[in-house]
């Protein structure tokens, strides 16, 4: 799979986005094994924008992970300063399941109490309503009724 190439701009917007990151991944002395990568994969997966540590002194053979890195795992290049990589990949959308036996969850709502004399502060309650409730327009918290067949249209069929 290719790196992704990214212009100078999303390049410029992700080195900012990743400096107050910290490294996920260190590559140890080993250098870059399965299970190193099989982590930074997990990682880009999880956050899409990451830092790598390499450990080892070797600047080519940390320019030449680097690159290994991006074009095995698809991702892009975006910063490369010392022993520090980042690396960024678009994160993939995550599916929600879906559910048809679920019912609206309950809701809170404010009502306010206007006290009888004028002078006064009006009370504020919070009320909760159930998925099979409702609220009055005087505050008063209703069940719902079920629809009712009249008997006339009962009747007729």
Known sequence: MPAIQLTIAERKEHRAQA?????????????????????????????????????GDDRAKREATYQQLADELGAACIQHIGKLLVLWRPMPPKAKPADEERMPGPRDFKVLKYSKRGGQRPEVKTLRVLGNQR????????????????IKKGRLG
């Open 135 to 150: 609220l009055t327009s005087g505050g008063q918290v209703k069940r719902s009724k079920p629809k009712k067949k009249s």
């Open 19 to 55: 400096h107050h990151l910290v490294p996920v991944v260190m590559i140890g002395n080993d250098g870059l094994t399965a299970n190193v990568q099989k982590e930074v994969d997990a990682a880009l997966n999880a956050h899409g924008l990451i830092k790598v540590r390499v450990l």
